[in-house]
């Protein structure tokens, strides 16, 4: 059986180097694993808690997604020392959210220099109770190497790296010892 | 001539306290000091950098307002331990706007355990060129204390120290000596 592994990527931008990152991790997926990448982040409205019960319909298709996977994979900009406002605004989103309680997550990182945003992240995705997978999150150096999608595939040494944390998540999500629900105060 | 002062919360919730705070401060300035609370924020699109130079509207209207202010006050909730996405979200769409560079800035929180959104919020601020002012920069203990817009007025305590963090932050405004435009690399 495949594990479904849902992937949010930061940016918005058309020629984005964390799009191209999670497109290239879904053709270099082994098999067993299989990448979808959330098409629908640039439409999800700004949260509001007034509405989280009963979310617009993009918020709907985003936790029907979260729930149809065994894990999350996310590769997101930095943007003035801070996580992108698109990734954040996903995951405000999620916070109450029972199903991501447990989830398995690795965060990529395409610019290895940027470090606040990558730690803002991994604080709030284990203050929302996912399984934050250490050996799954691994730094890209992308951000001025001139790659692209083909030459991520092409470069055994960042192939491998991927396909290894791929592994790491994969193997996080048959984990057992899922902690219980606990949801930060609003 | 009065201090212009843009006010920008990053909670889009009917009932938040942190509007509420911004709503009594906008009642308490004194003379001299007027805030305008920006009603679109939940408006803004999602940051796209394609579209930085070009922006929808509703950008078009924050950054309007941006110019015509002195200073920028800001109170924020913390969501999962992170800055919100609504209030990120919008200062995407500054990063690159040369009438931020400089601008004066007071951060308000209105729940002083939560500590990780504010040090993001300013070290976000801080990187973008915005002239963040420490004194101004207060905690005022609103969650759980059960206050409402009309008890802050009449809280000496409360007041008084708005009052002051304002005068503070309008002082800033008139400052020279403004740090040439640093922006962070995309």
Redesign the interface.
């Known amino acids: 059986m495949s594990v479904n592994v849902l992937a949010l990527c930061g940016?918005?931008?058309?020629a984005s180097l964390n799009a191209m990152l999670l497109r290239a991790c879904a053709r270099l997926a082994q098999p067993g694993i299989g990448i979808t990448i959330f098409d629908g982040?640039?439409r999800?409205p700004?949260?509001?808690?007034?509405l989280d019960e009963h979310p617009p319909e993009p918020v709907g298709e985003l936790r029907t997604a979260v729930e149809g996977s065994r894990a999350l994979l996310i590769a997101s900009?930095e943007?003035?020392?801070?996580?992108?406002?698109?990734?954040?605004?996903?995951?405000?989103w999620l916070?109450s959210f029972p199903p991501f309680v447990g989830l398995p997550v690795a965060v990529l990182n395409a610019s290895p220099r940027a470090r606040?945003a990558r730690e803002?992240?991994i604080?709030?995705l284990?203050?929302?109770s996912a399984t934050v997978v250490t050996e799954a999150c691994i730094a890209v150096p992308l951000l001025g190497a001139g790659l692209d999608e083909e030459r991520i595939l092409q470069t055994p040494r960042l192939a491998d790296d991927l396909r290894r944390a791929l592994s790491h998540l994969a193997a996080a999500s048959g984990r057992t010892g899922v902690p219980p629900p606990q949801f930060?105060v609003?």
Chains 1, 2 share one sequence.
């Open positions: 940016s918005l931008r058309a982040m640039g999800l700004l949260f509001n808690p007034d900009p943007y003035a020392h801070g996580v992108s406002g698109t990734i954040k605004n996903a995951l405000d916070v606040h803002a992240l604080e709030t284990a203050t929302m930060p609003r």
